[in-house]
């Protein structure tokens, strides 16, 4: 019997994305993702998927809890690390908390 897998909310998310805090940068917070057909890069609902999915890893990771912003969407450059193939890198900078 043939059976399709079931896709799972975070699925696409694992897929296609991926949350990443360099070590020598603990500061930083870099959102990686790739543009597959199903989630073209210009198109509003597979940003605002997109835009889902940042906020799910960020969660899951405990990050930003008051809020955070996307500073710059840039391209990968040549020489970037980025053996998975992502095709564009978010800059991602945790709002502070009023009175911090």
Not at 5 to 21: A, E, G
Not at 26 to 52: C, K, Q, T
Not at 94 to 100: E, L, R
């Amino acid at each position: 019997m043939d059976k399709a897998i079931d896709k799972s909310m975070d699925f696409d998310r694992h897929r296609y994305s991926r949350l990443v805090q360099p070590y020598a940068h603990p500061d930083r917070i870099y959102f990686d993702v790739s543009f597959p057909s199903d989630f073209p890069r210009d198109n509003p609902a597979a940003d605002a998927a997109r835009m889902e999915w940042l906020e799910a890893w960020l969660r899951q990771r405990r990050l930003c809890a008051t809020g955070h912003e996307v500073v710059q969407r840039r391209p990968f450059d040549f020489l970037e690390d980025n053996p998975a193939g992502y095709q564009e890198r978010w800059e991602i900078r945790c709002i502070a908390s009023p009175g911090t």
